[in-house]
């Protein structure tokens, strides 16, 4: 397995991993698939500033992909972003959300960004569509809980609550240099 850049010709490939997390799980708050247009201009959007990478195995087939986005659109919140991480669902537990969201944060790191925060959906009871998987996948990556949102989504029927987590990746200081939008590498 391999960590690259996505690029809008992976677009087809992203939308069927991501498709599934909108029809049958509460992981997405999105209801509906969005278009092939539509997730390749989510892609050029999101990969002019951050980091969209992907797994790929020996085949160049994707496995999953991350990156990171727009936390606030505010400056003074230049130094944070909000990190997705989405697997094929028949790859998922082989240690590949870990590979990206390490190459994720190294990249960020390079650029300058000091808080990587997660909007993690969270089921308050046992429920079929959503299980607490993200929770524990952001606790081990070195995330820990700031707030719940209480019935923050609605789908299948269900009001689900949303988590914010963080992890702080960089050293917060006066005098803090700019962030290098759009200026990252895998590995760096």
Not at 1 to 23: F, G
Not at 27 to 49: A, H, Q
Not at 69 to 93: H, L, M, N
Not at 97 to 102: A, D, H, S, T
Request: net charge negative.
């Amino acid at each position: 397995m391999k960590i690259e850049r996505v690029t809008t010709s992976d677009a087809e490939e992203l939308l069927a991993i991501y498709a599934p997390y909108v029809t049958g799980t509460a992981i997405s708050f999105e209801t509906e698939v969005p278009s092939v247009e539509e997730f390749r201009g989510r892609i050029e959007k999101i990969s002019s500033k951050y980091p969209y990478i992907k797994a790929v195995d020996e085949d160049n087939k994707i496995l999953g992909y991350a990156y990171a986005g727009t936390f606030k659109e505010r400056s003074a919140y230049d130094w944070s972003v909000e990190t997705t991480v989405y697997i094929r669902q028949d790859c998922r537990r082989q240690g590949i959300g870990k590979e990206l969201y390490e190459a994720l944060e190294k990249a960020l790191r390079g650029m300058g960004v000091l808080n990587m925060n997660a909007c993690i959906a969270v089921p308050r009871c046992e429920d079929p569509f959503l299980t607490t998987d993200s929770q524990h996948f952001h606790e081990k990556m070195g995330f820990s809980l700031v707030g719940t949102f209480h019935d923050s989504g609605y789908k299948f029927d269900t009001w689900y609550d949303m988590i914010w987590m963080e992890k702080m990746i960089g050293i917060h200081k006066k005098g803090q240099a700019s962030v290098s939008f759009g200026k990252w590498r895998i590995g760096g």
